[in-house]
């Protein structure tokens, strides 16, 4: 088996013909790399220098090996810079996965704000259900996700982030918009579009009419985020979404907002990665960069404020 260490010893030889400079580049004696050279000479089973006077030349066979050894050490020194710029954030992947929502109303701005600092490294956005996200973790094809805790999953370490005010959303028309208030016994009686299993907000809406010991009427269930709110738009049923994803269409009084009796409904959105698993340098930086925006607050924010925040931020560094 080639040994590398004499393989350098020549090749640093080979390169100054000199042994002795050699030997100050590599931090040994000269006789040991004359000792070196012997050996990898003798290991080749050929003669890859020759001596005239003090001088030494390279034999056509040492020149030939003198070739394929700069190619070697040339691909080690880009090598060691590959290490280097993936310790420092200058190259590097980021695999994160979010749900739909997310993805979309908050994603962008979060990448951009990490783009800002780290402009090196790529990302590859995955999106699907809460579920998804954490199947996909455990299956090493993310780093980090950005969701709510659909499922239980010993391997899953999740880090609270954000608190999502759910909306129940009607029709301008419905019959129920103009209530003060509705009950989950009420909601029984409406046509649901439901999302999809395996969803964060799902589970949360099953478990509280479960509690409200009654079971809602799913007429559909879609990931679709988009579908659902042109669906309640025409009167086709209600649903419950994230209160920041259809905060235009409230605005613009395309949809209404009802209150649902007793309290408001509050979705935990988490930070996610693997136990017992090292992130990378990438999925480090970000995981920081998401617990410094997350509220110091016992309530931590929705995805309306932390965006406030972030521009805030990119205000304050422009200035």
């Given at each position: 088996m080639l040994n590398f260490n004499q393989l350098r010893v020549f090749y640093k030889a080979a390169k100054n013909l000199n042994f002795t400079a050699a030997a100050n580049e590599l931090f040994i004696t000269q006789p040991a790399v004359t000792f070196q050279v012997k050996s990898f000479e003798e290991y080749c089973e050929l003669k890859l220098f020759k001596k005239k006077g003090r001088r030494v030349y390279l034999t056509d066979e040492g020149k030939s090996l003198f070739e394929y050894a700069a190619r070697i050490f040339q691909y080690e020194k880009e090598i060691e810079n590959a290490i280097d710029e993936m310790r420092e954030l200058k190259r590097g992947v980021l695999r994160l996965g979010t749900t739909k929502t997310y993805a979309r109303y908050f994603m962008p701005l979060m990448i951009t704000s990490f783009h800002k600092n780290f402009p090196s490294i790529k990302i590859q956005l995955n999106e699907g259900s809460s579920a998804d996200m954490i199947y996909s973790l455990a299956d090493f094809k993310i780093?980090?996700?950005?969701?709510?805790?659909?499922?239980?999953?010993?391997?899953?370490?999740?880090?609270?982030?954000s608190r999502e005010e759910m909306a129940l959303i009607v029709a301008p028309d419905h019959p129920l918009a103009g209530k003060k208030e509705v009950s989950f016994k009420d909601l029984a009686k409406e046509p649901f579009i439901m999302k999809e299993n395996g969803s964060g907000t799902r589970k949360l809406v099953e478990e509280l009419f479960a509690r409200a010991k009654c079971e809602p009427n799913i007429l559909m269930e879609t990931s679709n985020t988009e579908f659902i709110k042109q669906l309640v738009n025409r009167g086709e049923g209600v649903s419950f979404l994230v209160k920041e994803a259809v905060a235009a269409e409230l605005k613009n009084k395309d949809l209404i907002a009802v209150p649902l009796k007793g309290h408001k409904i509050l979705l935990d959105v988490s930070i996610a990665y693997l136990k017992g698993q090292v992130l990378s340098p990438p999925a480090r930086a970000f995981v920081d960069t998401l617990t410094r925006l997350r509220s110091e607050d016992i309530d931590p924010m929705g995805i309306g404020a932390m965006m406030t925040k972030i521009l805030a931020q990119r205000r304050k560094a422009s200035e």
């Open positions: 780093d980090v996700a950005i969701i709510a805790k659909a499922i239980d999953h010993a391997g899953v370490n999740f880090f609270p982030f």
